[in-house]
């Protein structure tokens, strides 16, 4: 993507299971897959364009729409993977209804991309506004159901407008190189046509598939939202690993203690003395440092991979190339979790919240498993803040919220002795 200067990357056979999102250095990945490691679709997006999400639908482990914040318009992104001809025309029907689903999801005035692995043949003839007369082949049967379905939302499949060379049509090839279609497109709303700058395939990509990538220009603005600021953790090891750290930390408590008014309600007090502790951690405490997680690619397997893209033309050199690379990716991967687990090992004995949080890390459990959208009364999926809370709101059973109203309870039932509770933190240094 970096090479390319590619901001939003369509996947087809994620393979993974269920549906979430996954942050990696400067990429974001949204998923939508099923109940085996079997089919399943992604969108990837950079660092600055994953700003700009607004949320997304996992729709089937074929189908996954992605909403983004625009300027003037918003943007609405959909991944699709139509069955192989090995699945019978009921499979191919239920995957339209997905994607008509996730279709029926966006706005009139956003500006839509349908983009995939269509496994169709749309050919070289012109048909009115859909297809233009620079695609490839001869159209199938597939074919005519994906130009249906294109005309009757309006769409226009780009990378059939644009005359190029013929190795920038075909986007999949056979195995021994025997043959080569164009089944994988990009398509946007007719009314933003013209945003389009240039759309093709781009054969010399290194992406180790049988497939290329189609890649698409489009003059889009997107808008930044504000971004929540990450809470920040601190290292309360040390107060009872150090024994400067728990004395400094001790001092900065009980001075502050000391500054407290009594008198004050008792609220109020408590607001005063959580403050006196958390400033007094902040000042005392070193911060943890977030540092990336260490990669097992190595830099031997980039380079190998870098000549596997130069020998393109050479299928057998290719393929040899293409072996070791994925013999030398398992060996590195396999030495990199040796070295996890030995740390973890090491560290189960000292820390054991570290050391359960690194497995959550690299078993995938810390990775979010939900999309966060709900479904509104008519079945409509919701994606925006305010309007998932009020159909939480709206959730809510009457006889609860009458019930909640019903509560009588009067603080002044549970008298506070102040003096007993001033003394209790004036001795916080003990229990620290």
């Known amino acids: 993507m970096q090479r390319l200067q590619v901001n939003v990357l369509g996947l087809s056979e994620v393979r993974w299971m269920g549906a979430g999102s996954f942050t990696t250095d400067n990429f974001t990945l949204f998923y939508s897959g099923g109940n085996k490691h079997e089919r399943g679709v992604g969108i990837l997006l950079d660092k600055e364009t994953s700003k700009s999400v607004k949320g997304f639908s996992a729709v089937s482990d074929r189908v996954i729409l992605i909403k983004l914040h625009g300027k003037p318009f918003n943007v609405s992104i959909i991944q699709g993977y139509t069955p192989t001809a090995d699945y019978d025309e009921d499979a191919v029907t239920n995957f339209y209804e997905n994607i008509d689903k996730a279709y029926k999801q966006c706005?009139?005035?956003?500006?839509?991309?349908?983009?995939?692995?269509?496994?169709?043949?749309?050919?070289?003839?012109?048909?009115?506004?859909?297809?233009?007369?620079?695609?490839?082949?001869?159209?199938?049967?597939?074919?005519?159901?994906?130009?249906?379905?294109?005309?009757?939302?309006?769409?226009?499949?780009?990378?059939?407008?644009?005359?190029?060379?013929?190795?920038?049509?075909?986007?999949?090839?056979?195995?021994?190189?025997?043959?080569?279609?164009?089944?994988?497109?990009?398509?946007?709303?007719?009314?933003?046509?013209?945003?389009?700058?240039?759309?093709?395939?781009?054969?010399?990509?290194?992406?180790?598939?049988?497939?290329?990538?189609?890649?698409?220009?489009?003059?889009?603005?997107?808008?930044?939202?504000?971004?929540?600021?990450?809470?920040?953790?601190?290292?309360?090891?040390?107060?009872?690993?150090?024994?400067?750290?728990?004395?400094?930390?001790?001092?900065?408590?009980?001075?502050?203690?000391?500054?407290?008014?009594?008198?004050?309600?008792?609220?109020a007090l408590w607001e005063q003395m959580k403050s006196s502790i958390l400033a007094s951690a902040v000042e005392v405490l070193p911060k943890i440092q977030m540092n990336k997680k260490k990669k097992w690619m190595t830099d031997d397997i980039l380079l190998l991979m870098e000549q596997r893209r130069l020998k393109k033309s050479n299928p057998l050199e290719y393929k040899s190339i293409d072996k070791e690379i994925r013999i030398k990716c398992s060996e590195a991967k396999e030495k990199w979790l040796n070295e996890q687990c030995l740390d973890i090992e090491n560290k189960l004995s000292v820390n054991t919240k570290y050391a359960h949080k690194r497995i959550d890390e690299i078993t995938g459990k810390s990775r979010c498993t939900s999309s966060g959208c709900i479904k509104s009364k008519s079945g409509t999926i919701l994606m925006e803040k305010h309007d998932i809370l009020n159909r939480w709101s709206e959730g809510k059973p009457e006889s609860r919220q009458q019930e909640f109203r019903n509560l009588n309870f009067d603080i002044a039932d549970f008298p506070v002795e102040i003096q007993k509770f001033s003394k209790l933190y004036r001795n916080f240094d003990n229990v620290v």
């Open 107 to 267: 706005k009139s005035d956003d500006i839509i991309y349908v983009m995939g692995d269509f496994n169709a043949k749309v050919g070289d003839k012109r048909i009115g506004n859909t297809v233009g007369p620079f695609g490839l082949g001869n159209k199938n049967d597939r074919g005519d159901n994906l130009v249906t379905w294109c005309q009757s939302h309006n769409l226009v499949i780009t990378n059939t407008w644009y005359k190029n060379h013929p190795r920038r049509l075909w986007t999949w090839r056979s195995p021994r190189d025997r043959t080569r279609n164009q089944i994988d497109y990009i398509m946007v709303s007719h009314q933003f046509r013209n945003s389009i700058i240039s759309s093709k395939a781009f054969p010399g990509a290194n992406c180790g598939s049988d497939h290329v990538p189609v890649i698409c220009e489009s003059k889009v603005k997107l808008k930044r939202l504000n971004q929540s600021k990450k809470n920040f953790k601190l290292q309360i090891l040390l107060l009872k690993e150090d024994t400067d750290i728990k004395q400094k930390y001790r001092i900065k408590v009980q001075n502050r203690f000391e500054a407290l008014d009594e008198t004050t309600k008792t609220e």
